[in-house]
């Protein structure tokens, strides 16, 4: 079998101007699976990325009441998101129990690709269509609805299983020495350099300050610890406190410690497939009205909010008009919060709630817990969970299945109906993955 290339270009809704997307209510996902999450792997077979991702996978399957055998699709985003464990031999151990991918000592250990799937997972013998989506699981699902839409497969395995190595996160050559980080790296990780610089700019121009991101980050952390499967809910069940904000180190100021996400070990796989057969299924499905791309580049080494904030309104265009919605539809919005400081760009650019430019932190100093009138960023995300991704796309999905628990969003008339989720970053070649989610097809 040939090694799964990743998506073309074509599997992209990158452009505005492109109208409702033609799959539009054509593809649902109907079962969510995940594995225990850590801080590090151990170094242990039992506790890797590839055993843990078999098993966020085979509990996709359980939760939707599917065998493999049924599956003909997988899409996974197959490169981790903290440091690759080669050219250090592989443990022995893992060597003997899994299947390895030749010419990757990597996969399995930093990531999981399609082809490592399918050769440690026997039950999926009918898989006639593997496509890789880059950079993060929001890409992967981009392209699984894009490939289910079309036809290209029926009943689709997302999956995304990322490692986070014992030592120095993401001090790989690549991020020190080449490109741009040449510049950058000596000054902190480049993305968190740029967002500060950044959100220096915000404050100046909307004359406000880094104090009132308080609120927000403080009830990111209430809402991770509210979602059973995130690492400080299994691990650090302690609160955040405002105080405890206001007092953290910086880190690239103005962005302290908790305005940076927690690296972490941990796997998810989604179920997506079409409407006729998401009737047979276990769970509620939630069906996929839109997806978008948004990869505007900038000028120099780095962006500036002139160049942030026009294209957070063509990412909005973009998602708005393929869906057919409009920003008073949507009831969930659950932009990424990696870095927390750029996540009000995103909520100005939706216009979520009516919050326009400048108007961010007067909406966090307000009601916007899950019991509250304005529940934003209801997964609690990256920085109340731990650095995945994913958390976003997860809690969209159950809040539209009634099944977030604790967090379950209610709304004036019941229980939710849309949601928007996507990440990672504002612009630039990795951009972000955005989808639409809703509880009914029309």
Request: contains cysteine.
């Amino acid at each position: 079998m040939a090694r799964t290339q990743y998506a073309p270009a074509s599997m992209y809704r990158d452009k505005t101007g492109m109208g409702v997307w033609e799959h539009r209510g054509k593809v649902a996902v109907v079962g969510i699976g995940m594995s225990p999450t850590t801080r590090r792997w151990d170094e242990t077979a039992e506790t890797s990325v590839a055993a843990w991702t078999l098993l966020a996978a085979r509990n996709a399957l359980e939760d939707a009441g599917v065998p493999g055998d049924q599956v003909d699709g997988i899409v996974t985003c197959p490169v981790g998101l903290g440091d690759r464990w080669a050219p250090r031999p592989i443990p022995e151990d893992f060597a003997k129990i899994f299947k390895l991918t030749e010419g990757d000592p990597d996969d399995g250990i930093y990531g999981v690709s399609a082809d490592f799937l399918i050769a440690n997972m026997p039950e999926l013998s009918n898989v006639n269509f593997t496509m890789h989506g880059a950079v993060c699981m929001s890409n992967a699902i981009c392209v699984a609805a894009e490939a289910v839409g079309s036809g290209l497969t029926e009943t689709c395995l997302v999956v995304r299983g990322s490692g986070n190595l014992a030592g120095r996160y993401h001090r790989m050559p690549e991020y020190t020495a080449a490109g741009n980080a040449q510049w950058m790296g000596p000054f902190g990780p480049t993305g968190g350099a740029e967002i500060a610089w950044s959100f220096d700019e915000y404050c100046r121009k909307y004359g406000t300050n880094h104090d009132r991101m308080a609120p927000f980050v403080v009830n990111q952390k209430r809402n991770g610890l509210m979602n059973p499967d995130g690492f400080f809910a299994q691990n650090r069940a302690e609160a955040l406190t405002v105080e405890d904000y206001l007092a953290a180190r910086w880190v690239n100021k103005p962005m302290n410690l908790y305005d940076n996400d927690m690296p972490v070990q941990v796997c998810v796989a989604y179920l997506f497939t079409t409407p006729e057969r998401a009737r047979d299924m276990k769970q509620k499905p939630v069906y996929i009205l839109n997806h978008a791309t948004n990869r505007i580049p900038y000028r120099s080494t780095t962006y500036t909010l002139d160049e942030i904030e026009p294209a957070q309104d063509i990412l909005a265009q973009k998602v708005y008009e393929g869906s057919g919605l409009t920003s008073s539809d949507v009831d969930i919005f659950n932009p990424y919060d990696g870095f927390t400081l750029f996540t009000q760009w995103y909520l100005e650019g939706f216009q979520w709630h009516g919050v326009k430019r400048g108007e961010a932190h007067d909406f966090y100093a307000g009601d916007i817990t899950v019991e509250g009138p304005h529940p934003f960023s209801s997964s609690g995300g990256n920085s109340g969970s731990g650095r995945t991704r994913w958390w976003m796309h997860t809690d969209s999905i159950q809040q539209l299945q009634g099944r977030a628990g604790e967090r379950q969003v209610r709304i004036k008339n019941g229980r939710p109906e849309t949601a928007i989720s996507g990440g990672p970053m504002p612009m630039g070649p990795t951009g972000g993955d955005w989808t639409v989610w809703a509880t009914s097809p029309d």
